[in-house]
């Protein structure tokens, strides 16, 4: 699986494009790191179109592109293919939020912006709850991509995102949204889990249980998934 | 997958949910239930009173001509859970059975990241900017009273008699 990750992330540090949008945002996070005081706002837009830009069509690439096939063809286990490619997204972030963090320091003592000091405590939570919104947030990414083509995974994930947030009149339909963000896509307040606060512990087993799901899901889905050469 | 494997063998471990993801999934499920079972009976709290559903509780008030009593509350909130246990008492469940429509308005923003869009709304439409908070409103919506915070059993019960009463 070691060897996966490693694939994944030298597949991303040679896209031109991905390290172009990925260190955009890192510099644009790193301002209001040395602004605030710590927080990147990663797992805010910039955290999601990272992940984004990290996790979409993450497999089906891959797979169109034949190098599934050919991964596929050694002595390899599927679950260590996939997973390779849901511990590189989290790597990914993670050093994302590490460069955010590196130059949030450089910027806080070059321009020396207004706001709080750095807190390297704030700095360290930021990268850990960073980290695992991203962990939660790459296993739906991962289930998606397990059987959607091309960027079907972030089309799906966005999707169901709209589909949530739609307000209607009809209850049942309210309910079942509701239900759905509560037990399947909680947003975990993390910082407040950590700190003992017992709703928010709730909120972090439903989205621990929930990251599982998906994770299982994704990898019953592609075992079973037949790739044809030239096909996606 | 070991080299010395025959095809058979293969595909079945191929299929197969790895031992990892089996026992990951197990501990996910056991910090599900642990966690919701140290979270529970907080805002879970119904005491004695029948609570109605928010959805159904403008066509129940107007079937009946009750008003609607709204408690907003919270799982994290000290002070709710002070009125839950009066709302366990034969003395307060009785006159809210009797002279309301009671919903229970559980916010989920701390936890959840939001509420639910009509709950968002009720929040709204009442200014309810701290828990618990009681809300009277006439079955179209109109506000009749409102109680924020928590004294004690007396000013509850004063409030359920009159709350238009400022």
């Not at chain 1, 710590?38 to 190098?67: E, I, M, N, P, R």
């Not at chain 1, 991964?71 to 679950?79: D, E, G, K, Q, V």
């Not at chain 1, 750095?118 to 919104?133: E, K």
């Amino acid at each position: 699986m070691i060897e996966m990750i490693r694939r994944f992330l030298r597949q991303k540090s040679r896209s031109t494009g991905t390290l172009i949008v990925v260190g955009l945002f890192a510099v644009a996070s790193a301002f209001t790191l040395a602004s605030t005081g710590g927080q990147t706002g990663a797992g805010g837009g910039a955290g999601f179109l990272v992940l984004l830009v990290l996790a979409a069509a993450c497999v089906a690439k891959d797979a169109s592109g034949g190098a599934l096939q050919m991964i596929l063809a050694r002595p390899i286990r599927r679950t260590d293919y996939l997973f390779g490619r849901y511990f590189g997204i989290v790597a990914a972030f993670a050093a994302f939020l590490v460069a955010c963090s590196l130059l949030g320091v450089v910027a806080k003592a070059a321009w020396n912006a207004g706001g709080p000091p750095l807190s390297p405590q704030a700095m360290l939570a930021g990268l850990g709850y960073g980290t695992l919104w991203a962990a939660q947030t790459a296993a739906v990414f991962l289930f998606f991509s397990s059987f959607l083509p091309g960027y079907g995974d972030a089309v799906a994930f966005l999707g169901l995102q709209v589909l949530l947030s739609v307000q209607t009149s009809a209850s049942w339909y309210q309910r079942l949204a509701e239900a759905i963000r509560r037990e399947v896509m909680p947003a975990v307040p993390w910082d407040k889990a950590f700190g003992g606060d017992l709703a928010a512990l709730a909120a972090a087993g439903r989205g621990v249980l929930a990251t599982v799901v998906f994770l299982a899901a994704a990898s019953l889905i592609f075992a079973r998934r037949e790739f044809v050469y030239g096909q996606d | 997958m070991d080299r010395t494997e025959t095809p058979a063998a293969a595909g079945r471990s191929q299929s197969r949910v790895s031992p990892v993801l089996f026992w990951a999934l197990l501990a996910a499920i056991v910090f599900r239930i642990v966690t919701a079972v140290m979270d529970r009976g907080g805002a879970d709290g119904t005491g004695l009173v029948r609570w109605h559903p928010r959805e159904d509780a403008a066509a129940r008030a107007a079937s009946t001509g009750k008003p609607i009593l709204y408690d907003f509350t919270a799982a994290w909130c000290g002070p709710c859970r002070l009125i839950d246990r009066d709302w366990g008492t034969r003395e307060v469940a009785d006159r809210v059975n009797a002279s309301f429509v009671p919903v229970r308005i559980v916010d989920r923003a701390r936890e959840d990241g939001r509420n639910a869009p009509d709950v968002a709304e009720l929040q709204r439409r009442y200014e309810v900017s701290g828990f618990p908070t009681l809300v009277v409103a006439s079955p179209d919506g109109r506000l009749i009273g409102k109680h924020e915070g928590y004294r004690n059993r007396e000013a509850l019960v004063e409030f359920l008699k009159e709350p238009g009463r400022p």
